[in-house]
């Protein structure tokens, strides 16, 4: 029974877990950063590379004792190694370097991205080929997922990530930061209907998404309001910014459906990852679409949609499965691309 350790330091969590080849996560440690961050209203690089350096032992000694396992124990050590904040990803895979080569391990070089989208295959057993809609505070694309590494991105954001887009919502909503489940929480007592947000590419063919133009409508709309936005108002904002963004992931979503399954006619899962999958209006109105379609939409439970160390520690079980492991001289990439070829 292969057990791996993983590592992930990218953005502003540090985490460490402790996966089992059989799919049981026997310790998943989180440490979120966002009290070092929050003054700022948003990830400084260098707080977050700092903050990793202070906790990174102490979450990795959590796990273990969490799992109730020493070192020898393990199969491996994985880490993220990119993309995302540079300082960081270089804390986490140093000490998963430094792990696997004390304790005579294989060191596991993962994508973050690909953590994001093998999530489903920890957490639900979803068989290849899926199609992956990837959102997160960085990232929003469409992905056909054939197996391990066959990546083919069928659509993208032409500007912002759509966690991005909910942080800035919240940011000019007065709502804080994280944005995400601030405009959610808001956006539950809102009226969606009452302002007219455009939903940009709407009805055009592709699975590319452009949000800036939404965000710009949330402000001018934000700018008529009476001054600070609050009570019926914000929450009305809140609710009709997240309609207009189901609305345009709909959309997108079935364009890259019929994409999806005229390449793999067999596939019949759609798997929604990232951050921003945690928020459950979005999950419904994507359900609906693929519903209608007969195929079943995956969403990971919500703790494992945002950043965490046991997708990290499952994307180094499916890599060691496969043979593989990395050299401790393997690089770490601010932008790696999923689909190196788009
Ligand atoms: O995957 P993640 O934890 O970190 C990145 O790799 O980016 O995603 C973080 C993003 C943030 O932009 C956050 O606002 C967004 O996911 N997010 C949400 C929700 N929870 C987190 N967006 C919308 N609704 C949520 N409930
Ligand atoms: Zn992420």
Redesign the pocket.
């Given at each position: 029974m292969r057990i791996v350790l993983g590592i992930e330091s990218?953005?502003?969590?540090t985490a460490a877990a402790v996966v089992t080849e059989d799919r049981r996560i026997l310790a998943n440690i989180v440490l979120s950063q966002l009290e070092d961050h929050r003054a700022y209203g948003g990830v400084v690089p260098e707080i977050a590379a700092r903050a990793h350096l202070d906790h990174i032992e102490r979450v990795v000694r959590d796990a273990m004792s969490t799992a109730g396992l020493g070192f020898a124990d393990l199969a491996g050590v994985a880490a993220t190694t990119g993309p995302?904040l540079i300082g960081g990803v270089i804390v986490g895979a140093t000490v998963a370097k430094s792990l696997a080569m004390v304790h005579d391990k294989p060191f596991i070089a993962i994508n973050?991205?690909e953590g994001?989208a093998l999530t489903c295959r920890l957490t639900d057993a979803v068989p290849f080929p899926f199609l992956l809609l990837l959102?997160?505070?960085?990232?929003s694309q469409f992905l056909s997922v054939a197996g391990v590494g066959a990546y083919t991105r069928l659509g993208g954001t032409l500007d912002d990530?759509?966690?991005?887009a909910?942080?800035k919502t919240?940011k000019m909503l007065g709502l804080g930061?994280?944005?995400?489940?601030?405009?959610?929480?808001a956006a539950l007592s809102g009226d969606a209907t009452r302002f007219a947000l455009p939903r940009p590419l709407l009805g055009r063919p592709g699975a590319d998404l452009s949000l800036s133009g939404l965000k710009t409508a949330v402000r001018l709309a934000a700018e008529k309001l009476p001054a600070p936005v609050s009570g019926q108002d914000l929450s009305d904002l809140a609710a009709s910014f997240?309609a207009a963004v189901g609305d345009v992931l709909a959309d997108r979503l079935k364009n890259a459906l019929t994409v999806f399954r005229a390449a793999h006619p067999s596939g019949r899962h759609v798997v929604i990852?990232?951050?921003?999958?945690?928020?459950?209006?979005?999950r419904a109105r994507l359900q609906s679409v693929v519903i209608t379609q007969g195929l079943a939409l995956i969403a990971p439970p919500?703790q494992l949609?945002?950043?965490n160390g046991a997708m990290i520690a499952w994307a180094g079980l499916e890599r060691l499965a496969l043979g593989e492991s990395h050299g401790l001289d393997h690089p770490c990439r601010p932008r790696w691309p999923l689909d190196e070829a788009a």
């Open positions: 990218s953005c502003d969590e995302g973050h991205l994001h959102v997160s505070g960085g990232h990530a759509v966690g991005e909910f942080d919240a930061f994280p944005g995400g489940p601030a405009v959610e929480q997240q990852a990232g951050g921003v999958a945690a928020n459950k209006a979005l919500l949609c945002t950043d």
